[in-house]
């Protein structure tokens, strides 16, 4: 009996393109679901790929305020599944929305449509496989999960923290079995040649940065299709899209310009440039925020302002607390400056300008706490012990601690700043994440997708050209080729392991 392959499609993902090129090689039956709005006519019309059948998201979720709260109770016990942790860390339903505040009925009403569609077509197709772009949306986390509830193998097209590698499993940041998807011959690295070959991860997110909105062409053509969205009156009936029509939308945007400069002056005038090197100190980079790592991997600790105060009551009296910003906050327009006023009124606490050198902070800091960051891992291989507040890929390493309960913050910080970093076990888990993923850079070949569908990042929802896209998997074809040869050596993994 052939397998069944659900995928989950929103605009023109590189999940598109595996996808018509898996059919090629794994003999299976194809569905997909399908969240988009203005490339919708694309997927209706397409034959790129066979869907023994597809459903349009935004078709079953509707603009209403009922919900039935016993079937939501119901449901979560069925399946585990705690929905208003997946509420508040959606940044459409909770906080990051500048353009609407969801209510209770509201957001239950929506959870509800969304649980019901899942289940409509889970039970439809009784899937062997989910392929799922990383989850960042509560849509995308109540699918991922049900299926994980139902023990459907989900297949996400991920990356390791490590150069220009990637890797497919269930959750991003994980691996899935402690078997070795390949058996490859590992040469042990001295300290210096580990340090370059994870600074290759960071020259990867480079990538996608230098390419990520910075045409000024780019953006003008988006803001002129932007606009003519916001004149569609049928625009706004998607609850995505609530409080986005034309003139709020200006409001919002005028605002935010004026508060981005605002802040901006603020962040050059009062945070520090210059660290002293006679202080002895511990460094806690701030995340990005909106950003899946807060929202989804550490629902609990999203307040980062508050978490700040907590290390800085924890710390050895004879330490102080370096805090940096983000280098690309600027570009979700910084933070109020109410928030940077608690951070610079704490004092044993000394705010640092996103320019500071990364390189210098570890060189110089006696260790790093990062809520599950990347930095936490270039901390271990700089020598320096970590402290992280969530799971994450590395969090096995000996010199990397777990806070489970912030009360045992102030031990844990005394035991872990005296830890040793040992040079076996950073080569054990380098070949460990080389025996779980492929070479491949991913971020040059989203970077490829923003700039020819997206208008260079500046608005995903766009008409999708159909010859556009013929084109550009035919140019990348063997990217895609090699994507689905690995998506099918992880299928066999998964089937092996269920055995």
Request: hydrophobic share 35%.
């Amino acid at each position: 009996m052939k397998d069944k392959v659900l995928c989950w499609f929103d605009g023109f993902p590189l999940q598109f393109g595996i996808v018509n090129e898996l059919q090629k090689i794994y003999d299976s039956e194809f569905y997909a679901i399908i969240d988009i709005n203005k490339g919708k006519e694309f997927y209706e019309k397409q034959s790129l790929i066979e869907f023994t059948n597809q459903w349009f998201y935004r078709d079953y979720i509707k603009n209403t305020s009922n919900f039935d709260i016993n079937y939501l109770s119901n449901f979560e016990k069925k399946y585990g599944i705690d929905l208003w942790k997946i509420a508040y860390s959606d940044p459409i339903l909770y906080k990051h929305n500048k353009y609407y505040q969801f209510n209770h009925n509201q957001i239950l009403s929506t959870l509800e449509q969304e649980c019901k569609f899942f289940e409509l077509v889970l039970n439809e197709v009784n899937p062997n496989f989910l392929i799922l772009r990383i989850t960042d949306s509560g849509n995308t986390q109540i699918l991922q999960q049900m299926c994980r509830s139902k023990g459907i193998k989900i297949l996400t097209l991920g990356f390791p923290r490590f150069g220009f590698r990637a890797n497919i499993s269930e959750e991003l940041d994980t691996l899935d079995y402690e078997t070795n998807l390949y058996d490859k011959k590992y040469n042990s690295k001295n300290w210096d040649e580990l340090r370059n070959y994870l600074h290759g991860y960071a020259m990867q997110d480079k990538i996608l940065k230098d390419n990520y909105r910075v045409s000024k062409r780019n953006r003008f053509e988006a803001s002129l299709e932007f606009l003519k969205l916001l004149l569609d009156p049928t625009y706004t009936n998607f609850y995505r899209n609530y409080g986005r029509n034309f003139y709020n939308s200006i409001f919002v945007e005028l605002k935010s310009i004026i508060q981005t400069n605002s802040r901006k002056h603020f962040v050059n005038k009062k945070f520090i440039r210059k660290i002293n090197s006679d202080e002895k100190f511990v460094y806690f980079p701030l995340h990005l925020e909106p950003e899946r790592t807060l929202l989804v991997s550490a629902p609990y600790y999203t307040n980062q302002i508050e978490l700040i105060k907590n290390i800085a009551k924890s710390i050895p009296i004879d330490f102080l607390l370096y805090v940096k910003e983000h280098p690309r906050q600027g570009s979700e327009g910084w933070r109020d400056i109410e928030d940077y006023n608690e951070i610079l009124n704490l004092p044993n606490v000394r705010l640092l300008h996103p320019e500071v050198s990364n390189d210098i902070l570890l060189e110089k800091c006696s260790g790093v706490l990062t809520i599950n960051g990347t930095l936490g891992l270039e901390s271990i291989f700089n020598e320096k012990p970590t402290i992280i507040f969530a799971d994450s890929i590395y969090s096995n390493i000996s010199a990397v601690s777990r806070i489970t309960n912030l009360e045992h913050l102030p031990k844990i910080i005394k035991q872990t700043i005296d830890k040793n970093i040992e040079l076996e076990e950073l080569n054990d888990f380098t070949k460990k994440i080389e025996n779980n993923s492929f070479i491949f850079n991913i971020q040059q070949l989203e970077s490829k997708t923003h700039n020819l569908f997206y208008h260079g990042g500046y608005l995903f929802d766009v008409k999708i050209d159909e010859n556009k896209v013929k084109k550009f998997l035919n140019d990348e074809k063997e990217s895609f080729q090699t994507l689905a040869k690995e998506h099918v050596k992880k299928i066999q993994q998964h089937k092996k392991n269920l055995k």
